[in-house]
T-cell receptor, first 113, second 115 residues
Framework: DAGITQSPRHKVTETGTPVTLRCHQT?????MYWYRQDPGHGLRLIHY???????DKGEVSDGYSVSRSKTEDFLLTLESATSSQTSVYFC????????????FGQGTRLTVV | DQQVKQNSPSLSVQEGRISILNCDYT??????FLWYKKYPAEGPTFLIS?????DKNEDGRFTVFLNKSAKHLSLHIVPSQPGDSAVYFC??????????????FGQGTTLQVKP
């Protein structure tokens, strides 16, 4: 299994509070991604990173920010959590140069109440 | 605008029979396609892929077929086993448009294989 660790695995937070999810990899892959999974939508890309300090938006980036200060860590921050951000969040890593598959972490279930 | 679509939310088959999962895409720039399998409370795991230069790729019980003219791909599982019960996601990537490895996913199909 690819070495990807997401933390926390579960979190309940209140509307309006900031939340940070962490993804840690031990594979030294250049590319890291944050996806969210919602019923009827599959997996949607939030943000991705193609190197330290290099990030770009995905298809559902509003309300989210990311940072990557080290190759192994990719942080996803919800600046002010809303109920619509209740979801399961997956981190993935990839060597990047297509065609290649991405490897996923086990997910973080976030509930915003 | 959903670029990758899995129009069947669920599929139920009998153990030992064939499971066929379908996927359609709209972007002709996609040239690499993947299937992922996901069990509850776990992350998706890579199952099989196909490049647009091929029309078939086989790996054991799993075969993926690609019809570029119809922008359609399918995953065949033969024979189906109860352990195959999971959510299957189709995904697409464009190696020409970018080399970031970004994947666009379909909505997923829940497969149930009955003993």
């Amino acid at each position: 299994d690819a070495g990807i660790t997401q933390s926390p695995r579960h979190k309940v937070t209140e509307t309006g509070t900031p939340v940070t999810l962490r993804c840690h990899q031990t594979e030294n892959h250049r590319y890291m991604y944050w996806y969210r999974q919602d019923p009827g939508h599959g997996l949607r890309l939030i943000h991705y990173s193609y190197g330290v300090k290099d990030t770009d938006k995905g298809e559902v980036s509003d309300g989210y920010s990311v940072s990557r200060s080290k190759t192994e860590d990719f942080l996803l921050t919800l600046e002010s959590a809303t109920s619509s951000q209740t979801s399961v969040y997956f981190c993935a890593i990839s060597e990047g140069r297509a065609p290649t598959e991405a490897f996923f972490g086990q997910g973080t279930r976030l509930t915003v109440v | 605008d959903q670029q990758v679509k899995q129009n069947s939310p669920s599929l139920s088959v009998q153990e030992g029979r064939i499971s066929i999962l379908n996927c359609d895409y709209t972007n002709s720039m996609f040239d690499y396609f993947l299937w992922y399998k996901k069990y509850p409370a776990e992350g998706p795991t890579f199952l099989i892929s196909i490049s647009s230069i091929k029309d078939k790729n086989e790996d054991g019980r799993f075969t993926v077929f690609l019809n570029k003219s119809a922008k359609h791909l399918s995953l065949h599982i033969v024979p189906s086993q109860p352990g195959d019960s999971a959510v299957y996601f189709c995904a697409a990537s464009g190696s020409i448009s970018s080399n970031t490895g970004k994947l666009i996913f379909g909505q997923g199909t829940t497969l149930q294989v009955k003993p």
